[in-house]
Nanobody, 119 residues
Framework: QVQLVESGGGLVQTGGSLKLSCAAS????????MGWFRQAPGKERELVAEIFWSTGNRNYADSVKGRFTVSRANAQNTIYLQMNSLKPTDTAVYYC????????????WGQGTQVTVSS
């Protein structure tokens, strides 16, 4: 089994920064992509950012482009989400996700970490 463990959430003021981390542990696996979803109360879950292991290509939601950066540490199957210029609308539970090779699905999910941006 594979576990995704997130850390780095918390409370920050508008305009501040936070950095989320996610480490995959358990049995050794190959990774196609990893990413971050978020879900705010009463809203649908949204893919915020993803990164592909073989190419390093990154995709971002329009709402976070230019403010958030996803990066990886290959050896540890670890990813980060650097969040700058945070807004109250970024308040949500952020989930780390992992997709396996040959699949177009998100196969593993973390437990989520709360990010709250105060105005």
């Amino acid at each position: 089994q594979v576990q995704l463990v997130e850390s780095g959430g918390g409370l920050v003021q508008t305009g501040g920064s936070l950095k989320l981390s996610c480490a995959a542990s358990g049995r050794t696996i190959n990774v196609r992509r990893m990413g971050w979803f978020r879900q705010a109360p009463g809203k649908e879950r949204e893919l915020v950012a993803e990164i592909f292991w073989s190419t390093g290509n990154r995709n971002y939601a329009d709402s976070v482009k230019g403010r958030f950066t996803v990066s990886r540490a290959n050896a540890q199957n670890t990813i980060y989400l650097q969040m700058n210029s945070l807004k109250p609308t970024d308040t949500a539970v952020y989930y780390c996700v992992l997709g396996l090779p040959g699949r177009n699905t998100w196969d593993y999910w973390g437990q989520g970490t709360q990010v709250t941006v105060s105005s």
